[in-house]
């Protein structure tokens, strides 16, 4: 069905997949006689596997999934299988993965939720169930954390009435879903959408944050909302936050995307074709609101997605946002103990994305890029979706929609910061001839440096003499693209991202 439409497509492949340069197709699904896709998501297995899923309506009134898996670091789809819901179509869904389980959460367009547990080697079903059956719930995401080396699921959900919105949250400790949380909000003129939810911990508590959209219906102004949930050592489930505010004004701020590493939470939004993000050191609390730094007054930024990241010496976080008709990626390094965060460069990994796509689907915003981060130094995964006109005489119109990977071949080499040391420095991330190095002070002793290209080569060496404080790397000789500045000081490497224009 589907996945047959590919041989369909290949008189204009060619040209199309030589100008993908990184990117790499997972599948084409084409939009004919009630068949088009509807959302995608991806996680990671292993240091070498990584999952996906494609969630589509097809036929009358059905719906279906189809899994992959890809061996890493380099991206060759493997189709697995397809599990199909009859006599019901889609509306959205979500992957999250422990211990050799994926766990699908299926939201159907008759409003019911269910949720398949699924081999990530195979793709084959190892159990099901539905969460919430009997209402009329709008907006779902799962999220999966642990305790004590064991899982725990968690769903958090808006169901829509006429009178009023009711946020519920379900917990799967071991023994099946369970209702722990509900709250009925007034919906008078708003009407809410849940957008994410992380999850992180305080002591031996486990926390929960969910952020969501509320639209005023009258003025259509849309505004992002934050609930937080405290999950006891005693499994006593209880609200901390409740629908607290992030942002709302006239602008309409939307898509909002969380991530939570330890008590440093990070929201990130659009509003006005730029990016905003909510920085707070405290779980939400006293959070302030900043620009996203890659903000340009000349085009539109869009589509956030972040993911953190940690390692034994270092930690951050991976975001994926969309530029103009561009797809780049940018690591925030978070500064232990000092509350700071230093933005690393972003680097383009495709330009096959445009504002103006899916046009006429259903929230559109389900087809934003999704992100994985493979929780270490290992590489990220992105995947996202790219639209297709096609015209065949006698005037028939169809629409193919391209699924497509990356795995940040260009980010091979992560950038370490200046952690834990009272070494600081920083540089020029664009250059042309040369790359200026700045110290905060005049260093003691001589450091080694190398430039480093994407594929891990040095390409120069060089020293940087006692008592300089800025240093004009020259890099006129070295071609366009993206390199690294490697620093030797007490036998450890620091690294920071340049780009020659």
């Not at 002591?203 to 929960?208: K, N, R």
């Not at 259509?220 to 709302?248: C, R």
């Not at 730094?293 to 993911?307: G, L, M, Q, V």
Request: some cysteine; proline content about 4%; glycine content about 8%.
């Amino acid at each position: 069905m589907l996945r047959r439409v590919v041989v369909l497509f290949l008189f204009c492949l060619p040209s199309i997949l030589y100008g993908w340069g990184n990117d790499v197709l997972i599948e084409v699904l084409r939009r004919s006689n009630d068949e088009y896709p509807v959302c995608f998501d991806v996680v990671n297995i292993s240091d070498n596997l990584v999952f996906a899923s494609i969630g589509s309506n097809y036929q009358s009134g059905n719906c279906r999934f189809d899994f992959y898996k890809s061996s890493l670091p380099d991206l060759n789809w493997e189709y697995l299988r397809s599990v199909t819901g009859y006599g019901r179509g889609l509306l959205a869904g979500n992957l999250d993965y422990f211990a050799d389980t994926v766990y699908l959460l299926i939201l159907n367009d008759n409003n019911t939720l269910e949720h398949l547990k699924l081999n990530p080697y195979t793709g084959t079903t190892i159990g099901s169930g539905w969460i919430n059956y009997s209402d009329s719930t709008t907006s779902a995401i799962l999220k999966v954390g642990t305790r004590d080396g064991h899982p725990r699921l968690y769903v958090c959900t808006i169901i829509s009435g006429p009178n009023y919105d009711t946020i519920k949250v379900f917990r799967d400790i071991g023994s099946g879903f369970a209702q722990v949380y509900k709250d009925y909000i007034s919906a008078s003129s708003y009407r809410r959408t849940v957008k994410d939810v992380d999850i992180t911990t305080k002591g031996d508590t486990v926390v929960v944050l969910m952020v969501y959209e509320r639209l005023n219906t009258l003025t259509s102004d849309i505004g992002i909302y934050y609930y937080s949930f405290k999950d006891a050592p005693d499994n006593t489930f209880t609200v901390w936050h409740q629908g607290y505010m992030i942002a709302n004004t006239s602008d309409n701020e939307v898509n909002p995307t969380i991530s939570a590493l330890d008590s440093v939470v990070i929201c990130m939004y659009e509003v006005n074709n730029d990016i905003k993000y909510a920085y707070s050191l405290n779980y939400l609390e006293g959070f302030g609101i900043n620009d996203f730094p890659y903000n340009t007054p000349d085009s539109i930024e869009w589509a956030p997605k972040i993911r953190k990241w940690y390692a034994s010496s270092s930690r951050g976080f991976d975001i994926l946002y969309t530029y103009g008709y561009n797809l780049f990626y940018v690591e925030l390094h978070y500064v232990s103990g000092t509350g700071g965060v230093s933005w690393g460069t972003p680097i383009l990994l495709s330009n096959q994305t445009q504002p103006g796509y899916y046009i006429l689907r259903q929230r559109a915003d389900l087809f934003y890029p999704r992100l994985e981060n493979r929780r270490g130094y290992g590489l990220p995964v992105a995947l996202w979706a790219r639209d297709f006109w096609h015209l065949s005489l006698p005037l028939f119109i169809y629409d193919s929609t391209y699924i497509l990977s990356d795995h940040y071949t260009a980010v091979r080499i992560r950038e370490s910061g200046e952690t834990g040391t009272s070494f600081s420095y920083s540089i020029n991330t664009f250059g042309v001839e040369n790359v200026r190095i700045s110290f905060s002070k005049p260093i003691i002793s001589d450091i080694e440096g190398s430039v480093i290209s994407v594929d891990g080569k040095v390409v120069k060496e060089f020293i940087i003499p006692a008592g300089t404080k800025e240093y004009p790397l020259p890099v006129k000789v070295l071609k366009k693209g993206l390199y690294f500045v490697g620093l030797k000081v007490n036998g450890r490497m620091f690294v920071k991202r340049f780009i020659i224009n």
